[in-house]
């Protein structure tokens, strides 16, 4: 039997650990897209690494959730562990399944910002219209952040 600590702590490993897999996807797709940018243009690799900078992102956010989670149930900080029950701990699986699912859209952010690299590439004037269809897909991400810190906090974890 898995205690509501030890179910709080899986809940904090899903949430980084997911959305370290989305962070590290996109990255890999936009920074594959970008090779092939900056091979036909070095001069672009400025503009090229601050788009395959943004699905990095979701990674934090994913972090940051498994950190408020593992705070609220007292594994860090200087106030020691506190009693956690069952329902807490599924209360941070929650947090967690929340914040590491939404860390995924991160692959598409990578797909959307591989593209816009190469349109950036070839009409600089549009970099910026670019960032703003990459972020689009974020928003889903922060929308996940909200919501496991809403969760925590509704349920007096944070």
Do not use: N, R
């Not at 996807?25 to 400025?46: T, Y």
């Not at 807490?88 to 959307?112: E, S």
């Not at 889903?140 to 810190?149: K, P």
């Amino acid at each position: 039997m898995v205690s509501g600590v030890g179910l709080a702590a899986i809940g904090a490993g899903f949430s980084m650990g997911m959305a370290a897999i989305g962070a590290g996807m996109g990255v890999g797709i936009a920074g594959a897209l970008g090779a092939g940018v900056i091979s036909e243009d070095p001069k672009q690799f400025g503009p090229t690494l601050v788009y395959q900078a943004l699905p990095q992102t979701q990674g934090i956010y994913g972090f940051l959730a498994a950190v408020l989670i593992l705070i609220g149930v007292g594994l860090l900080g200087g106030g020691g562990m506190a009693e956690v029950t069952d329902t807490t701990g599924w209360i941070c699986i929650g947090a967690g399944v929340a914040t590491g699912l939404g860390g995924i859209t991160a692959i598409g952010q990578g797909i959307t910002a591989g593209a816009c690299m190469g349109a950036a590439a070839k009409k600089p004037e549009v970099f910026g219209q670019g960032m703003v269809l990459t972020v689009m897909s974020e928003t889903f991400a922060v929308f996940s952040l909200l919501t496991a810190i809403l969760i925590l906090v509704g349920a007096g974890i944070i």
